[in-house]
């Protein structure tokens, strides 16, 4: 069964990494603890390569912060667009309202539990019907 590349040593383990590693190997499909343990070994190599050399990473670590930089100006944007929207459909409705100040706030207030309360997810026709009042 020896190969000439393969070498035996003896390690001496606690019974009960011996007993959770034997039951992953069973669980993942090993064929048995040399497999396991070789592919273990390999693994934690192979990261301590990457760290010590970790070209790849960094290359992927810049691409990413890219990435969200440009998905964080693009929503910036949209929400810029949004808000001018949306301030220009509060000024109207200011110019044709009769609304105190009290009652602009009780309005903020339900609006805000209504947010909560249905995690964003506010239908203009339930406020037209009520649904939300209490």
Avoid: C, H, W
């Amino acid at each position: 069964m020896d190969s000439e590349n393969m070498q035996r040593i003896s390690l001496y383990l606690d019974r009960g990494l011996v007993n959770r590693a034997d039951r992953f190997a069973k669980e993942k499909g090993f064929s048995s603890r040399n497999e396991l343990f070789t592919r273990a070994v390999e693994s934690l190599m192979a990261d301590s390569d990457l760290q010590d050399n970790d070209i790849l990473g960094e290359k992927l670590a810049g691409a990413v912060l890219r990435l969200s930089e440009d998905n964080a100006k693009a929503i910036s944007k949209g929400l810029f667009r949004y808000a001018v929207q949306l301030e220009m459909v509060m000024r109207v409705l200011a110019e044709l309202s009769e609304y105190t100040p009290e009652q602009v706030e009780e309005m903020r207030r339900e609006a805000i539990n209504n947010v909560r309360r249905t995690r964003g997810k506010v239908r203009f026709e339930d406020i037209l019907t009520g649904y939300y009042d209490d």
